[in-house]
């Protein structure tokens, strides 16, 4: 819990901080500007010089002026070149990767709260001098040109290297990878372990059973985020109110991520063993309506708070684009892949469904999730169309899922990631009658090494499933159930089917092109 709200904490400083250069460059004009203005108004400093404070004042003014002309100058030009610079990254990689990178990066919120800050502090004393004509206001304008000085001296060259650095697509790429790994803890806080459920299928409604739909007041967007803490509050209102004998579970519909449509799209479907009056489902859809607009928040744009699928999302955009003929850029994509593979790791060797969700789970709540196999896919099923005939992100995309193999003691999870590249047919692409009658462009020894790479795939994937199987993991799940769901227990039998299946062939049947039953 602890951990939780400290990465909660940590979210809002770092991703939600779209107001705080404004909010700094209040701090530096008002609060700073007034209590220096405050100081200088009511006490004499008794300066023993050979002029005034009057002569220092207005020979200081001019110096103030061309360091702020300065700042101002060279503030405008930088911005502007990072607006072009940001349109081009854009344009090459995805819309998505800088849409927030002024207005959500912290430290790039403080320099511009410290450049506007600064400025205004050096006109404050300016105008106050305006209508306090005797008073040389000499401490705020010192420290306004003080500060204007250390923005050109150490702040600017700080923040060119800061954006030089943060805006190379392998920063970029790295971040997100953080990101998304940070939100990992956060949203499933436990390892899988032998004794639990191998995998997570999403609830489904019974049709024959008394529904009630509270559908969105919001104004159409992403669905962003919900507060499960608050969501709690459905289901405990249900049950103490007069219907409470008659509920059966709550079920949030979308998952986040998804489009929202204002009084289109069900959040939230309450079912009933028994239909309610007219009167009832009007109170119910009243109060559970108050609930969830304060519960789910809908933004213009997805983010990545509890929203795993979307820094993915720009990970694979990136490398689409990258391996692009107008782009050309088979590093990046190689890049994006390898931090592809990072969160699919950490993914892989949790639990499923999310602590949040299981939790609800045990109060009548059922919350609408990824489950794995649709994560694998949507990690690598677009790269691999776009980029299978290239051997280098091809044999990229198989070293990324042999090296999470030993990691992973789920057997269901170890079966996707084996089954993702199984279902390539990457010896259908690759082999030699293609590379003969010219349909393969590339050279004998690329092919050789595809062949390679996938070799060494199966060898690890077999010595995996063995030392599972020595562990009695196997049969252990293939003789005990942990669900009652039947869609589960069939997926459950068909995994560990699959994986002694896989164990036993031999590679001369891969080759002939036969596919596992």
Not at 158 to 178: A, D, F, G, P, Q
Not at 363 to 386: A, H, L, P, S, T
Request: charged fraction near 20%.
């Amino acid at each position: 819990m602890t951990q939780k709200r400290t990465q909660q904490i940590k979210d809002i400083f770092n991703y939600q901080v779209k107001d705080l250069g404004t909010f700094m460059s209040g701090i530096y004009a008002l609060m700073i500007g007034t209590i220096l203005l405050t100081v200088d108004y009511n006490i004499n400093f008794g300066l023993n010089f050979r002029m005034n404070e009057v002569q220092i004042y207005s020979r200081l003014i001019s110096v103030s002026n061309v360091l702020i002309s300065i700042l101002i100058g060279i503030s405008l030009t930088t911005f502007s070149v990072i607006f072009v610079v940001m349109q081009l990254a854009s344009s090459q990689f995805s819309p998505r990767i800088l849409r927030h990178f002024l207005s959500n990066d912290i430290k790039m919120q403080k320099f511009i709260g410290l450049f506007i800050g600064t400025i205004s502090l050096c006109v404050l004393p300016q105008l106050a001098s305006v209508i306090f004509h005797q008073t040389p206001f000499l401490l705020t304008l010192s420290v306004g040109s003080l500060l204007a000085f250390y923005c050109l001296t150490w702040s600017y060259p700080n923040m060119i290297t800061y954006l030089s650095i943060n805006m190379n697509v392998s920063s970029i790429t790295n971040r997100i990878k953080c990101e998304m790994i940070q939100e990992i803890n956060v949203l499933y806080q436990e390892n899988w372990i032998f004794g639990k459920n191998l995998l997570y299928k999403r609830s489904k409604i019974n049709p024959d059973k008394f529904k009630i739909q509270i559908v969105s007041p919001f104004e159409t967007g992403y669905l962003d985020s919900v507060n499960y803490k608050k969501l709690e509050k459905v289901t405990e209102y249900i049950i103490n109110s007069d219907v409470g004998l008659f509920f059966e579970n709550a079920y949030q519909k979308p998952i986040i991520g998804e489009f929202i449509m204002k009084d289109t799209t069900a959040l939230m479907v309450l079912v009933f063993n028994e239909e309610l009056k007219q009167n009832q489902i009007i109170s119910l859809k009243k109060e559970v309506g108050a609930i969830v607009r304060n519960t789910f928040k809908v933004e213009l744009f997805r983010s990545h708070t509890q929203d795993v699928n979307f820094g993915v999302r720009k990970l694979v955009d990136i490398a689409i684009k990258a391996i692009s003929p107008a782009v050309n850029d088979p590093t990046t994509c190689l890049n994006c892949i390898d931090h592809i593979g990072e969160i699919a790791k950490e993914l892989a060797v949790r639990e499923f469904p999310s602590t949040d969700s299981r939790t609800l789970g045990l109060k009548k709540m059922q919350v609408n999730e990824f489950n794995f196999e649709e994560f694998i896919d949507f990690c690598y099923d677009q790269i691999f169309q776009w980029g299978k005939e290239d051997p280098t992100v091809v044999k990229r995309i198989v070293r990324s899922i042999r090296v999470i193999l030993p990691l992973v003691e789920n057997p269901f999870n170890l079966k996707i990631l084996i089954q993702q590249v199984e279902e390539m047919e990457l010896l259908e692409i690759y082999n030699l009658s293609h590379y003969k009658n010219g349909r393969l462009k590339i050279s004998k020894e690329k092919l050789v090494t595809v062949e390679m790479e996938l070799s060494k795939f199966r060898q690890k994937a077999k010595f995996h499933i063995k030392r599972l199987e020595q562990k009695g993991v196997l049969d252990h799940y293939e003789m005990n159930r942990y669900s009652d769901n039947l869609e589960i227990i069939n997926a459950e039998i068909e995994a560990i089917k699959y994986l002694k299946t896989y164990k036993i062939l031999d590679e001369s049947i891969y080759e002939n092109g036969n596919e596992i039953t």
